[in-house]
């Protein structure tokens, strides 16, 4: 059957700006992809069906795979049009990591190859943002600034102007704890006075600065509701990160490299109480 990856990504800085008057947030944040993914299958079918090698995930119309199929068959306005879905779960969910998110926006662009659908970039975009304010990120997935809900993307650029390419050894620890993304913004108080310029911050590859202001304005609640969290990215820094910070609304928590071998030795180090992922610098 064809198939497609639904990889993740991990916010480098995450600031709650203000909330809005129609209950979401204003935020500003920096997306960046990784190689950790998911695999979604999809074939020929009579109906609708949905299955998953994970036998904790919901496989009914709560499930973003099943959303994102039944939206693309409203907008084309085909309700009866079929297909067999079978995803691969790798991504930790409940981590921050838009693993939900990518895998609806995968089910977007496999179904309309599979149903030969010639849907204009636009309306799959807006699709796409009726599922959930990440998805529209992951139908390109390259480095991006986010601002408004976090669906208002640029294209991220480096200091040179051409797109930008990570230097660093990312190390991903995802404790075994599950993070509610409504609890996350619960507790979260907004800030939009002076607050740093993320993408530039990011772009500058200046560790000092990622330290000062590529920061997350969840990690301290989300740390003080999951003190294991806290305590990851304490060990992340003990293991040589030269900064180490919380992904989304949590639980996965990113360390920063500069060389491989610290990282891959925190890698086996965390491994023993998380599930971990590293990835390389951009090439």
């Not at 699709?127 to 408004?148: K, N």
């Not at 190390?171 to 740093?196: E, Q, Y």
């Not at 910070?245 to 990282?263: H, I, K, P, R």
């Amino acid at each position: 059957m064809p198939a497609r990856l639904a990889p993740a990504k991990v916010n480098l800085g995450l600031h709650v700006l203000r909330r809005r008057p129609d209950g979401f947030h204003d935020l500003a944040t920096v997306f960046l992809p990784i190689g950790w993914a998911d695999r979604l299958s999809a074939g020929p079918a009579r109906r609708l069906a949905f299955s998953s090698d994970d036998p904790h995930l919901p496989t009914g119309a709560s499930n973003l795979v099943v959303r994102a199929a039944m939206a693309l068959r409203l907008w084309m306005g085909d309700s009866a049009r079929g297909a067999t879905l079978r995803l691969e779960k790798n991504v930790p969910y409940g981590a921050g990591l838009g693993g939900g998110s990518s895998d609806a926006a995968a089910a977007l662009r496999l179904l309309a190859e599979l149903w030969a659908v010639d849907i204009p970039e636009a309306d799959l975009h807006a699709l796409a943002l009726g599922l959930g304010s990440d998805v529209p990120f992951f139908l390109d997935g390259v480095p991006a600034h986010g601002t408004g809900r976090g669906e208002r993307l640029a294209p991220l650029v480096g200091t040179d102007g051409a797109p930008y390419r990570c230097p660093f050894w990312l190390v991903v620890a995802v404790p075994p704890v599950h993070v509610s993304t409504a609890d996350a913004f619960a507790r979260v108080t907004p800030a939009d006075h002076r607050r740093p310029d993320l993408a530039a911050a990011v772009a500058s590859n200046d560790l000092s600065r990622w330290r000062a202001e590529v920061t997350n304005d969840f990690q301290a609640s989300v740390e003080a509701a999951e003190p294991t969290i806290g305590r990851t990215r304490e060990a992340l820094l003990a293991e040589g990160a030269g900064h180490a910070v919380l992904s989304g609304t949590g639980s996965a928590v990113v360390g920063v490299f500069e060389q491989e071998d610290v990282a891959r030795t925190a890698k086996r180090r965390l491994g023993k109480t998380c599930r971990v992922w590293v990835e390389a610098p951009a090439s």
